[in-house]
């Protein structure tokens, strides 16, 4: 079952625009990631914030989390035309002791297209 | 180094038959996971090793899945007498940590597509 919701399902954009995109999750995490995937390929990591983190940034990419609203958001600054791909965000759940269990919960993921 | 790497990267069955699907990790990664891609969807676990033992296997969808890595190292997903509803992308990833060892970035392979005709 998908632990996740992604908003947009799908976004369009020109070259030079920013793109937001949303995940809603259901239960406690240890951390939230950021997952690409291009067509035919497989996922490649963007970016991971850990639960008592609010915000994280690595280049282009900025993601911010609320806990208390079980949601996060990723930010790509002025996109490129080979920032199109699907763009997923998983979680993890907390072990004991701060730990964190290593498998990861997908959401349904955002289809983003960036135009010329 | 070079990264995860999967075969066959595509792979057509008859219903019924058996399909086996490779994996093979980064070196030394200790972690390995099996997930299962439906078309237009998200990732969905299906099982986790830690070295060869295999700690969860709860995302198996049926009797029919096995999986194994004897060694440590190189991982098999089995399916057995195959079904249409089969059909994905079957996604193997590694991580250098262990289960409960802390926040950890998961290496995916690029996949193996199994069509069930």
């Known amino acids: 079952s998908q632990q996740g919701e992604e908003d947009p399902q799908a976004l369009s954009i020109q070259e030079g625009e920013n793109a937001t995109m949303n995940c809603s999750y259901k239960?406690?995490?240890?951390?939230l990631q950021w997952y690409r995937q291009n067509s035919g390929r497989g996922l490649v990591h963007l970016i991971l914030?850990?639960?008592?983190?609010r915000e994280k940034h690595s280049g282009r990419l900025r993601v911010t989390l609320d806990t208390s609203k079980k949601s996060s958001s990723l930010l790509i600054t002025a996109s490129r035309a080979a920032d199109t791909a699907s763009y997923f965000c998983?979680?993890?759940?907390?072990?004991?002791?701060?730990?964190?269990?290593?498998?990861?919960?997908f959401g349904q993921g955002t289809i983003l297209t960036v135009h010329p | 180094g070079a990264g995860v790497s999967q075969s066959p990267r595509y792979k057509v069955a008859k219903r019924g038959q058996d399909v086996a699907l490779r994996c093979d990790p980064i070196?030394?990664?200790?972690?390995l996971f099996w997930y299962q891609q439906a078309l237009g969807q998200g990732p969905e676990f299906l099982t986790y090793?830690?070295?060869?033992?295999?700690l969860d296997k709860s995302g198996l969808p049926s009797d029919r899945f096995f999986a194994e890595r004897p060694e440590g190292s190189v991982s098999t997903l089995k399916i057995q007498r195959t079904q249409q509803e089969d059909s994905a992308v079957y996604l193997c990833?590694?991580?250098?940590?262990?289960w409960g060892a802390g926040a950890q970035t998961q290496y995916f392979g690029p996949g193996t597509r199994l069509l069930v005709l």
């Open positions: 990833a590694s991580s250098s940590r262990g």
């Open positions: 070196s030394g990664h200790v972690s």
């Open positions: 090793f830690q070295n060869e033992a295999q």
């Open positions: 239960t406690s995490i240890n951390n």
């Open positions: 914030i850990r639960s008592n983190e």
């Open positions: 998983a979680t993890a759940k907390p072990g004991a002791g701060g730990t964190s269990y290593g498998k990861l919960t």
